[in-house]
């Protein structure tokens, strides 16, 4: 009970905080940055503390530990993978002279042992220099990333806000009308959701919003007209997910004892379903949250290419097209490290949420 | 908890007010409307450095912002030169040497003056090994400019370019070349600020470093979304029509004629194929004849086509009318192998579709059984429309010869490692002209090429293609040509041209003076807006 | 033993029972035989070929000659989209089968050592949720694209899908079958069997693996349509099968942006697409509910 209270006091307040600041930026409300590093540092300081008060140190230690050689091993591994594509970097249409082509491949170190390359990546990597774009010219990796990272953060962000507004409160109410019409009715909708690819739904939503009703922008991400459509795309597909995830385990825990015994005791039935019954069924959502965010990221490369939005999924598909090695490595490495610290943070949450967990330290 | 909910709904009320306030009359990035033309490039132009940009997207930019020696006269079929930096040149009586005049009064855009140093500046970096241009084959032509290149010398002052007393230009060749003034058009041999490139080095193409002298400058460069070009007033000639040029960097087709419909863009200067039947219809779309060929080659080092007869049976039993009507983009078919709209195009040049002599040629190479005929394979890399050429040839192929060919499509970078290491039995390929001369498709298949894959190679060939470079005379030349052709297309056969190249474009009604031309080559500065 | 049999049987017919009231899922299990049996016979009944180009009638509207009409080279749509159903069964189906097979033993084997090879067999699991899908998918296919592996035309352009998919869909059933093969370890009659003497092998065949079967048939009918998005996915990216092969990933990818001038190229694929995604997901869904223990 102490940990819920804590959790209370730190976590809700914070939460909405952010909420604030990613609705402030979806209605292109400019936020000074000092605003997102003291909302950052303090969520950073409030984790510290928390993890030291709960004696998880260690455990957060060894976890940190074990991502990074994660995402080393994943860098390496890529590395190595490029090598085995067919076709190099400087292969156009044009063939170049041959003299021509050596000069360049000399300038990026091409013509080293592979031994070497590998090793210079690694160092540069440990430096936190990803090196120089192959096809744009003078522009470095992480400019490049760091151009193209906010629209496609922004995107996903939304979207997993939108599948959770969506899907917790879809799933609960089917489960609150178990087997009747709105349970059907809920259920025939996710489950449509997940059997459309986006690059179906998307055309039509442009031709209906856009061309039939004028209401949104079809193209570019420049405000709340261009940012709700790829969004709405992006999000419901998780959002039917969650939906029937939320479901299943609101049926599971009002099976359970504890809630036989509150009807028992004749606690009304909505005071059951909102304090025991959803903060208990919201933990497989939360466990679930990992594999959600690597769905967004994978899909968010379809709707960014229809939408014409200026992200970073055009650059992980285009990159390898142009064999463009270090933009490649870049790319692999940021959705990594995004994979790795989100599983991390799940994880994190869930030892906070549920003090039953067992930390294998 | 209520204080809570009314703060969150005044937050709310507020974001709602200030965002959904249109911007009337504004384009992106607060551009008048009236004043700024919206064209879409397709990608993030890989680099502004002209002397290291390979692809159309940096030199549409870059032809905008700068200027050559010479210009093209965009409004001649001929695609005559007109001066631009440069107001005379003239070759001696061998057309080994060039005398270049440069105009007086040119300013960059931060009030330097033009001189012929930074043209020579422009040069020894497009040469220099250091820079590593893949463009630096294109001055091969002067005097020992591919030594320098090849770091066997590294004086540049050896190489063939110098300035006058009188501050103009003296160019040697290392052999005559009637084409050389084209060269001077292309933004590799464009002159170059020495000083800026060496203070910001890689940044120097950065909106507040680069220095440039054409009709536009460039003002905001907002990586993979959008360049706004804004009129340079110091111009030395007529300055723009339109004060701005907004390019966005849309890749997706169909989502850029989305935004085209809903008026978002004014030019969009590349049409996906299938919708072409219907989008011909609309008032916006124009079309033009492009110096580009579309051609399937033969490995001919090894059966069947290492004969002749096979491949010319080929060559006959291809219906290339079909397949232009099916691509219903205006494409031209092409037997011969200069394209239409090019000096020394021949209409009547090349093998023409003749199903009957082809399956006799066939026979005479001794494949009367067709089941002998070895298994073959036609190569394209993936992409719909090289699909939809490939997908209608094998059922040509099928139909009148009575062939089945097999199909093996290969991402585009592995195509071109596999066209260098082992080419399929039959590959496709196309060719852009780089300036408006025929040497640029004869010399793709001489023994020297990098780009001829078929293996096929021939002494004949070659020194028609070398005669014809440096011929004076435009008759005798023309005839050469035609001899090299008749050889290649008719005898040979190591390729079949398909069809001649066409650009689709939709231009918006207000957009007034945008010419297409033969090289796509899109000049924005006589532009107007109604 | 006889208890176990009369266990599993009963699981199995009380499950079957189960299944059988659930009208949903027993129609698109219908549907779904009628899909594979048309998948089976794509050649004998598409009423064109589907790789017959009709120059003169390219792009038509749905019309009596061809009810679905014609692409942008000529060819009828119907045929195209009975084809594309043997593409997309295949790729579904083959594709889950790889996935189980990989991943089950890989799943089994560590489950069963457990230990400290189980730990460093899941580590490496758990890296590869730590790869972008993505970007796996795209190399993946493009290096196996480029690898002559078989001869059969339909095969040679399958290949690379098959093996790329199979990489990025084995680690959900690994994880699942370790977890599954962990619990029914401790049960007493597999304990007893090991006292007994079985080896490690024939206890995890004989005894774990018909108990866990329902699970993993309930993941599998999942799986199917995952893969089959995941192909379509593909074939947006340029990456989709060897032409003229084409499933309804690539039908649906080549008609999408025709939506609004060539309808009737996204209306049969996308249709097609959707309907059995549905009826994988539905019968999932009432397999689920019939079969798997856990949740019943």
């Known amino acids: ?361 | 908890m209520s204080n809570i909910r009314i703060l969150v709904f005044a937050l709310l009320t507020t974001f709602l007010s200030t965002g959904c306030t249109k911007k009337e009359g504004k384009a992106d990035y607060g551009l008048p409307l009236s004043e700024t033309l919206r064209i879409n490039i397709l990608q993030e132009p890989p680099s502004l450095d002209w002397s290291k940009s390979v692809d159309t997207t940096s030199s549409l930019i870059e032809n905008n912002i700068m200027e050559g020696l010479v210009e093209y006269d965009l409004n001649d079929p001929e695609l005559s030169l007109v001066p631009a930096l440069a107001t005379a040149w003239k070759p001696n009586s061998t057309a080994s040497i060039w005398n270049i005049t440069l105009r007086k009064g040119v300013k960059w855009t931060d009030g330097v003056d033009f001189t012929a140093q930074h043209v020579i500046d422009g040069w020894e970096r497009l040469l220099n090994p250091a820079t590593a241009s893949q463009y630096a084959y294109f001055l091969f032509g002067v005097k020992n400019a591919q030594k320098y290149n090849e770091g066997k010398i590294t004086d540049f002052s050896q190489v063939g370019i110098r300035a006058d007393a009188d501050g103009n230009l003296v160019v040697e060749l290392e052999k005559p070349k009637g084409y050389f003034p084209y060269l001077l058009a292309h933004h590799a041999t464009f002159p170059i600020r020495k000083d800026v490139v060496e203070k910001h080095k890689d940044r120097w193409t950065d909106p507040e470093n680069i220095v440039t002298l054409g009709a536009y400058r460039l003002k905001i460069w907002d990586h993979d979304k959008a360049i706004v070009l804004e009129r340079n007033e110091g111009y030395y000639g007529e300055k723009a029509k339109t004060k701005y040029v907004l390019a966005y960097m849309i890749n997706e087709m169909s989502t850029a004629i989305n935004l085209f419909d809903s008026g978002k863009l004014d030019f969009q200067s590349s049409l996906p194929s299938r919708e072409l039947r219907q989008l011909r219809s609309r008032k916006e779309y124009r079309e033009a004849g492009t110096l580009g060929i579309y051609y399937y080659g033969f490995n001919t080092r090894t059966p069947p086509f290492n004969d002749v007869r096979v491949r010319r049976a080929f060559a006959h039993a291809i219906d290339r009318k079909q397949i232009t009507d099916m691509l219903a983009g205006g494409q031209i078919p092409l037997s011969g192998w200069v394209p239409v709209g090019m000096f020394g195009y021949e209409a009547d040049r090349g093998l023409k579709f003749d199903p009957e002599l082809a399956n006799k040629l066939l026979e005479e190479a001794g494949f009367k059984d067709r089941s002998k005929f070895p298994k073959i394979k036609l190569g394209f890399n993936t992409n719909e429309d090289h699909q939809r050429v490939a997908e209608n040839v094998q059922a040509q192929i099928r139909k009148n010869l009575g062939l089945d060919i097999e199909l093996a499509n290969e991402e585009w970078k592995v195509y071109l490692a596999s066209l260098k290491s082992n080419p399929p039995s039959i590959y496709r390929l196309g060719w852009l002209a780089d300036y408006p001369d025929p040497d640029n498709f004869m010399n793709l298949m001489s023994s020297a090429s990098e780009n001829n894959h078929t293996g096929w190679s021939s002494k004949t060939y070659d020194s028609y293609v070398d005669k014809a470079v440096s011929m004076t005379n435009k008759e005798e030349r023309r005839k050469t040509y035609s001899e090299a052709q008749k050889f290649l297309t008719e005898m040979e056969v190591p390729a079949v041209p398909i069809y001649s190249m066409v650009s689709q474009i939709l231009v918006s009604p207000r957009v007034e003076g945008l010419k297409e031309n033969p090289l796509t080559r899109y000049i924005f500065k006589g532009v107007s807006l109604k | ?296």
């Not at chain 1, 009703?213 to 419901?236: N, Q």
């Not at chain 3, 098959?162 to 084995?170: F, P, T």
Request: net charge positive; with cysteine.
């Open chain 3, 1 to 296: 033993m006889s208890s176990r049999a009369l266990k599993g049987h009963s699981l199995w017919y009380g499950g079957w029972l189960r299944l059988k009231r659930n009208k949903v899922a027993v129609f698109s299990g219908i549907y779904i035989c009628i899909l594979c049996l048309i998948a089976l016979f794509a050649y004998q009944i598409s009423p064109y070929a589907f790789d017959e180009q009709y120059m003169d009638r390219i792009l038509e509207s749905p019309n009596l000659v061809h009810w679905l009409g014609t692409d942008s080279l000529g060819r009828d749509m119907l045929s195209r989209l009975i084809h594309g159903a043997r593409m997309s069964m295949a790729v579904g189906i083959i594709t889950a089968i790889i996935s189980l097979i990989v991943g089950a033993s890989y799943g089994a084997v560590a489950g069963w050592i457990g230990g400290r090879v189980d730990a460093i067999m899941m580590r490496f699991v758990d890296l590869l949720y730590s790869v972008p899908t993505l970007v796996l998918l795209i190399l993946v296919k493009v290096v196996f694209d480029s690898m002559p592996l078989f001869t059969n035309p339909e095969l040679k352009a399958l290949t690379g899908m098959l093996l790329a998919l199979s990489v990025v869909g084995w680690v959900t059933l690994a994880r699942m079958v370790r977890g599954q093969v962990l619990q029914v370890k401790q049960l007493t009659y597999v304990e007893s069997a090991r006292a007994l003497g079985a080896s490690g092998g024939r206890i995890v065949l004989r005894h774990i693996f018909p108990n866990i079967l329902g699970p993993i048939i309930v993941v599998l009918t999942f799986q199917i349509p995952s893969n089959i998005l995941y192909e379509s996915f593909l074939s947006f990216l340029g990456l989709g099968l060897q032409p003229p092969f084409s499933s309804w990933g690539v039908l649906a990818n080549e008609g999408w942006r025709s939506l609004r001038s060539y309808p009737h190229l996204i209306i049969s694929p996308g249709l097609a697409l959707f309907t059995a995604m549905l009826a994988f997901n539905l019968l999932g869904d009432g397999l689920r509910d019939a079969f798997d223990p856990q949740s019943r």
């Open chain 1, 1 to 361: 009970m102490m940990t819920g209270r804590l959790n209370l006091a730190f976590g809700p307040p914070l939460a909405i905080f952010w909420l604030g600041l990613v609705v402030a930026t979806f209605f292109d409300v400019s936020i000074p940055s000092f605003v997102w590093w003291s909302a950052a540092a303090y969520t950073l300081a409030g984790a510290f503390w928390h993890t030291i008060r709960y004696g998880m140190l260690a455990y957060v230690g060894k976890r940190l530990v074990e991502s990074l050689i994660t995402v080393a091993v994943i860098a390496s591994a890529t590395f190595l993978l490029l090598r085995v594509l067919p076709g190099g970097p400087f292969d156009s249409e044009k063939a170049l002279p041959p003299e021509i082509k050596a000069a360049i491949e000399k300038k990026y170190q091409l013509d080293q042992p592979l031994l070497v390359q590998y090793g210079n990546f690694m160092v540069g990597l440990v430096q936190g220099d990803l090196g120089e774009s192959y096809k744009y010219l003078g522009r470095n990796i992480s400019e490049i990333l760091a151009e193209s990272l906010p629209a496609s953060v922004q995107l996903g962000v939304y979207a997993l806000l939108l599948a959770y507004l969506i899907g917790i409160p879809f799933g609960v109410l089917a489960a609150r009308y178990h087997n009747r019409w709105p349970d059907h009715l809920l259920m025939a909708l996710a489950i449509s959701g997940v059997s459309v690819p986006s690059f179906l739904v998307a055309p039509i939503l442009i031709l209906i919003f856009c061309f039939g009703l004028g209401w949104f922008e079809p193209a570019l991400w420049d405000g709340p007209a261009y940012y709700i459509l790829p969004t709405w795309v992006l999000g419901t597909r998780a959002a039917a997910v969650i939906a029937r995830l939320v479901r299943a385990s609101v049926l599971e825990v009002i099976k359970a004892d504890y809630i036989r015994t509150g009807r028992a005791k004749g606690l009304s039935e909505s005071t059951l379903l909102f304090k025991h019954v959803l903060r208990n069924s919201l933990i497989p959502v939360l466990t679930f949250s990992g594999p959600l965010i690597a769905g967004i990221i994978t899909g968010s490369f379809v709707v960014e290419q229809i939408f014409a939005i200026p992200g970073i999924g055009k650059h992980m598909v285009l990159s390898v097209s142009n064999r463009d090695y270090p933009l490649i490595l870049g790319t692999t490495l940021v959705f990594s490290v995004i994979l790795v610290v989100c599983n991390l943070l799940v994880d994190l949450l869930y030892a906070y949420v549920d003090p039953r967990i067992k930390l294998n330290v």
